[in-house]
């Protein structure tokens, strides 16, 4: 038999969050009081705020700003346990949780893996697309963007020069707007002083969108406000057009258009993390797991998921609840509160969503936000939005140190005009390899 | 023929600068009125701060921090261009620059490629050993350290644990004695919060010295202190030993003594990084370059060295000027006032190198310093000492964005006790495989 995972047995419950996420951050920490044992797997020794990676991939945040390692969050919490570790499967007969450092024993389980994206089995799109649901992601596209330009310098060929200038980005949800809106930001204020060798009219930054409105799932005004504003700040959007095909060169529309870059974002579907070992009809299209109101997945009674692998249906949302933060926290802190409840005997309290809004930033002074308050829609936009959008953004940082750093970052920004994170620290995306910049004829 | 670098003909005299540490970046920025072209080439898009380059090692400040992008800081001088690649060698017949993105042609070369670690030879210390020469090495260091401890975490075997709970670090100079001070920092204040699992009394942190004292070079009352402190903070200090070998595991003093780590920290000797194409006897033992009083490398008229690659022997220096950042920045200085003398036909002025001292931090409230302050030598230690060494080095960084953040991030971690840097973000070290964590026995 494998051995097991070296852990304290506290003589209590123990309760095995794998990701720590929203949903699994909000739950450890629901569960501070209770009478159980919280062991956190993550592959990551940090709680990363998602929201926020866009500013990292442009420059204007660095990493550890929107980053909170999980021992530090939880240091005073005396029943959780943290472990870094790739869980690889479930044996839901012995209830052990097989990880790349051993056998973990469980009570309850509760799924919080997340998602990733979805390349719908394109391999070529996925090789060369640069993805943005992590950290290394983040920097990743920041050193790639970066070295792009460095790149430019030294070539004479136009088309050459627009293929590392230009962007495409595919997906117009919130994460492909606010990195197109952060890009043309960089192209007006930053990069023409860093590169004054470089005629930045030639960055070019296409987003390209599957449907005829942007920010699908906010108002139709939103929709509208973000379309108007991303023109105005110079970016190419096409509604209606899918990309065909990517070979780190040309990108290649549904519609026959084709488009030429090194770097294409790829912002566009996701699909869940599930892990094996759980029996595959709880297992719905886009992979996440079916659960009840109490984000019982289907057919178990002390296995859980939560955020984005749950699909929790009901007549209000048939197809689960949109894959954002908002329903992870929410579902997070009510299986804390029900795992309290079942274990004393009293009875669980069902999931009801609480949909506060949504929001996403264009550029300096420059948002929209959907806003549920006192049972009221509102919708801003402009000024007023990016103030709120700033705001809620700020205030849901784990840390106060990271409040601070950002709130830092944001005013030196938004008074100067500049990214100061231009150090290419790490790696980049390899570029698909072309002739030698070197071979270009030669002008000096 | 090889093609030339494309880069713009400006007509004027072309100075070419290998290398922004210090000197190059310090001459860079004289020469900002010169009637010249200012090319600078470095491997890295930007300057960093080596002198705290341990605190990133050590978890006390982010890479952002410290390091900032050359065309940021010179982003308003005209003259000034950068180009990101490696130098190969130089042809001086031709004054061209053998680079990785073609040749460059030069009016004047200035070669200020720094130092790296010297391992003597020894290759398989080179494998094993981690180094702390640039930013990606601090941050692998610090993910090397976090990592190991999540890994200690697994096991039984005392040994095992213990190899990877203790470090040794070669070398008591600056670096070697504010790496040990910084560990003791973490494994006093901030390492058994997070790791409650494990026993801290089991970290031991070695420090090895050939020679009878720490910080060779400044005075014995610094010497003294530093290892006074170094014990009051339970760090075991070795004198007169030098490591015959590491394999990954075992470390072997000449003494045959014997230590186990998984983490052997190399801050022993350095050597010049030189390039090839220039006459071989000019590179002195070390591989410093022989430069005169003007720093123009022997044998040549057009050809300078500054900083740690340039021995400029004198009868006060006869083996050079000390590897640190003063002389690099003086040097580059009057390099730059010396290449406007030359172009206006006026005289040069010959080098005289003014001490101003130096100083080392060993932990909170703690570091000692020999200051030569109008003529006067000053011995500081304790308090006044590190409140000295604080100051100097925030106002040397270059960037008041990162005067700011160091000082923020130094105060919060001064008041809490904390250092916030804790997230594995990048890659850490390779440990020499021994047996599978999961093979220990079962505590549970």
Redesign the interface.
């Known amino acids: 038999m ?8 506290l003589g209590k419950p123990r309760v095995v969050i794998v990701g720590g996420g929203f949903g699994g951050l909000e739950l450890a920490q629901a569960l501070r009081h209770a009478p159980v044992q919280v062991v956190l797997i993550d592959r ?3 709680h990363a705020f998602q929201p926020l990676l866009y500013q990292v991939a442009t420059a204007g945040l ?4 929107i ?3 999980f ?2 969050i939880l ?1 005073e919490q005396e029943n959780f ?1 943290f ?2 570790a790739e869980v690889q499967a479930v044996d839901t007969e012995k209830q052990l949780l097989e990880t790349s ?3 973990l ?1 469980y009570d309850y389980l509760v799924l919080a893996t997340g998602a990733t994206s979805n390349f719908f089995g394109d391999q070529q799109m996925q090789q060369h697309a640069i993805t943005l649901k992590s ?2 992601d983040a ?1 990743e596209l920041r050193n790639t963007v ?2 792009n330009f ?1 790149q430019a ?4 060929d136009m088309e050459k020069i627009n293929s590392l200038l230009d962007f495409v980005i595919v997906g117009g949800g919130p994460t492909g707007v606010e990195i197109a809106g952060a890009l043309s930001e960089l192209r007006t204020h930053v990069f023409p ?3 004054r ?1 470089l005629n930045f009219k030639e960055m070019d930054i296409h987003l390209i969108q599957s449907g005829p409105a942007l920010l699908k799932g906010m108002s139709k005004e939103a929709s509208e406000k973000s379309l108007e504003y991303l023109k105005q700040f110079g970016v190419q959007v096409w509604l209606d057009r899918r990309v065909k095909s990517y070979d780190g060169y040309t990108v290649t529309l549904n519609t026959g258009e084709q488009l030429v870059t090194r770097t294409l974002i790829w912002a566009a579907g996701v699909t869940g993390s599930p892990i094996s070992g759980l029996r595959p009809d709880c297992l719905l299209p886009g992979n996440r797991y079916q659960v009840n109101e109490f984000s019982q997945v289907a057919g178990y009674e002390n296995i859980f998921a939560i955020g984005d692998i749950a699909a929790m249906k009901s007549a209000e949302y048939p197809e689960g609840h949109p894959m954002v933060a908002q329903p992870a926290l929410q579902q997070g802190k009510l299986l804390g509160h029900n795992i309290i409840q079942h274990l004393a005997g009293r009875p669980k309290q069902p999931f009801r969503y609480h949909d506060k809004g949504s929001m996403a930033t264009i550029g300096r002074n420059h948002a929209v936000a959907d806003i549920k308050l006192f049972g009221q829609d509102l919708r801003l936009n402009g000024f007023v939005a990016w103030l709120a959008w700033s705001l809620v953004h700020v205030l849901s940082l784990v ?1 106060f ?1 990271n409040r ?2 950002v709130l ?1 970052n944001w005013g ?1 920004s938004y008074l100067s005009y ?1 990214k ?7 790696s980049s995306k390899p570029l698909v390899p072309l002739e030698q ?8």
């Open positions: 494998e051995s097991l995972t070296k852990i304290e047995d990551q020794n940090y660095a990493p550890d700003t980053v909170s390692p021992r530090k240091d346990y472990r870094l450092i051993g056998m024993r950290v290394s920097i970066l070295s460095e310098l030294q070539l004479g002083r860093d590169y060798e840390s140190r601070l750093l830092l030196w500049d100061g994170l231009r150090s290419i620290i790490g910049p070197h071979e270009e004829k030669a002008v000096t």
